[in-house]
């Protein structure tokens, strides 16, 4: 069965400091690949979304950054976070754009 | 922007009640799918329709879509305190662009 992972769960980083958020899959090939930012009780916002290594779209032109390295490993970046980085950031993956989207657990960061 | 937009904001029912919530949309999709996401938590799929199906049904769910009027309708029969969550509409876009676009969410607060 396919199964996401996401972490950490939670981060705390100050303001200026980098981000490496890793995300990856399993139990699956060539998966579509998301970030999404959720503020506090607020929608989805999509920030990157990937249909295959190397190739990245961005939706929100911004701090963030997303990188592709291997088929089932997505990594959202920043070199300096800003205050408001801090959110709820959700990776997801799905088989197309019209199957449903699988989610990870989140990671809260928090920057200060 | 497909994004949904679900109404109302925030709903709170005794358990047992039914609960109902709208999403709408403003271009052509492929298919509109609902998702929970309790406290903290990614988000669950929950059901699929296309956009050539009027009503689908999953267990406690009843989902209904109206194309004409670019608009989607979720009941939750005999809500249980566990239905306490958030939900949310994404839709799939008709012409590929490889990703769905997610409304704001409805809270929903089921009292025991």
């Known amino acids: 069965s396919q199964t996401i992972h996401q972490w950490p769960a939670t981060l705390v980083q100050p303001v200026g400091s980098p981000l490496s958020l890793e995300c990856t899959v399993e139990g699956t090939s060539n998966p579509n690949l998301y970030w999404y930012r959720q503020a506090a009780g607020r929608g989805l916002q999509l920030l990157f979304y990937s249909v295959g290594i190397g190739q990245i779209s961005s939706e929100v032109p911004q701090n963030l950054s997303a990188s592709r390295p291997q088929d089932r490993q997505f990594i959202l970046s920043s070199k300096k976070l800003l205050l408001s980085d801090s959110g709820f950031y959700l990776c997801?993956?799905?088989?197309?754009?019209?199957?449903?989207?699988?989610f990870g657990q989140g990671t809260r960061l928090t920057v200060v | 922007s497909q994004q949904g937009e679900e109404d109302p904001q925030a709903l709170s029912i005794q358990e047992g009640e039914n609960a109902t919530m709208n999403c709408s949309y403003k271009?052509?999709?492929?298919?509109l799918q609902w998702y929970r996401q309790n406290s903290g938590r990614g988000l669950v799929h929950l059901i699929l329709?296309?956009?050539?199906?009027r009503e689908k049904h999953s267990g406690r769910l009843r989902v209904t879509l109206d194309t004409s009027k670019k608009s989607s309708s979720l009941l939750i029969t005999a809500s249980r305190a566990a239905d306490t969550a958030s939900y949310f509409c994404a839709t799939a876009p008709y012409y590929g662009n490889n990703r769905l676009a997610f409304g704001k969410g409805n809270q929903v607060v089921v009292i025991p």
């Open positions: 329709i296309r956009s050539n199906e």
């Open positions: 997801a993956w799905s088989v197309s754009q019209d199957t449903e989207a699988f």
């Open positions: 271009t052509s999709i492929n298919n």
